[in-house]
């Protein structure tokens, strides 16, 4: 079965640092990845879409990575703030015209 | 621009009893989804409607129906609620279910007890 894995552990880092947050997935082909924030309490926010034909996209300090080979996403906030403390969510989709399937999410945590 | 709105925010029902969720959206899309969110396992899919006039199963449709109302409107049921249905729902939209960002309500935090 489709399977899309986020690490379940928070994520601790330092302010000014650089946050990698990890997105898996198996047996699925899907045409885009799309990752959302969301805050307590909060419905997801949608951030950015990256299309499986694209290795890279970049919006502010956020930039994201689409490996179809290893079935990967990786997503970057670079000099990270506190204010980017919260759970983010990667989601894939494009098979069919089925809706999003989404992954469980994973906390980060900035430290001033 | 208020985006989805879904209401009510929090609602506490005993098993058995029925209710209505309602989504709107004032951003003329086209898709509109339900799902509903429990602790470590995610978002995950109930129904959605990919256009107005159609609606899909999603993962975990059981013990649920829905209603496209209009281009606006999506309604999520409960006929007959029971605990395992105690849950955080969320309705969002988006142009298309491809392709596209989802624009998510502020959603339900639903009991039942």
């Known amino acids: 079965s489709q399977k899309i894995e986020q690490n379940s552990e928070a994520l601790n880092i330092q302010e000014g640092k650089t946050a990698t947050l990890t997105c898996n997935y198996t047996?699925?082909?899907?045409?885009?990845l799309q990752w959302y924030r969301q805050d307590p309490g909060r419905g997801p926010v949608f951030l950015l879409l990256?299309?499986?034909?694209?290795k890279e996209k970049r919006k502010e300090r956020l930039k994201v990575t689409f490996d179809t080979t290893l079935k990967q996403s990786l997503f970057h906030i670079t000099a990270s703030q506190p204010a980017d403390s919260a759970t983010y969510l990667c989601?894939?989709?494009?098979?069919?015209?089925?809706?999003?399937?989404f992954g469980s999410g994973t906390r980060l945590q900035v430290q001033p | 621009n208020a985006g989805v709105t879904q209401t009510p925010k929090f609602q506490v029902l005993k098993t058995g009893q029925s209710m209505t969720l309602q989504c709107a959206q004032d951003?003329?899309?086209?898709?509109m989804y339900w799902y509903r969110q429990d602790p470590g396992m995610g978002l995950r899919l109930i129904y959605y409607?990919?256009?107005?006039?159609?609606?899909d199963k999603g993962e975990v449709p059981n013990g649920y129906n829905v209603s496209r109302l209009n281009k606006r409107e999506f309604s999520l049921r409960l006929e007959s609620a029971a605990p395992s249905q105690t849950s955080v729902y969320f309705c969002?939209?988006?142009?298309?279910?491809?392709?596209?960002?989802?624009?998510f309500g502020s959603g339900t935090r639903l009991t039942v007890v």
């Open positions: 969002a939209s988006s142009e298309a279910p491809v392709g596209y960002g989802y624009t």
């Open positions: 047996n699925y082909s899907p045409a885009y």
């Open positions: 990256i299309r499986e034909n694209e």
């Open positions: 989601a894939l989709g494009g098979e069919g015209r089925r809706a999003l399937t």
């Open positions: 951003m003329n899309h086209n898709s």
């Open positions: 409607s990919a256009s107005e006039g159609t609606t």
